[in-house]
């Protein structure tokens, strides 16, 4: 099967902050609250959504890829939007469930990667 997302290379940044930088007008410190905010929320969410992956709940993971969307936007995470946006989309909608796993199995990874390398974003903001 022909993938049709985004592929993310290793040596690839997995955020861009160009939107984020823009949004909060270069503001350092509004910069660092944002970024602390997803740095709070991110893991919650995450172990939630592999909960109910576990349980193929997947209303509620798409319930949690919809309300993480917007962040994932703003932090220029464009290699994975799309799947998250199919994902969201199958989980809330009930299609295309078949593709959920291999969607998650990228996403998961990828968000999780963003967290770490935020955890040391974050530092330079003070």
Known sequence: MEEKYFKFKPEMNPYDLTALTTMCGGDPSFMRDFIQ????TTPPNLESMKEYRQNKKWVEVG???HKIKPTV???GMNHIITEIKLAERAGRYGHDLDQMDSWLDHIVPQLEEALAALKEEVKKYG
Do not use: G
């Open 73 to 75: 936007e703003l932090f």
């Open 37 to 40: 905010l997803f740095i709070d």
């Open 63 to 65: 319930e949690i890829l």
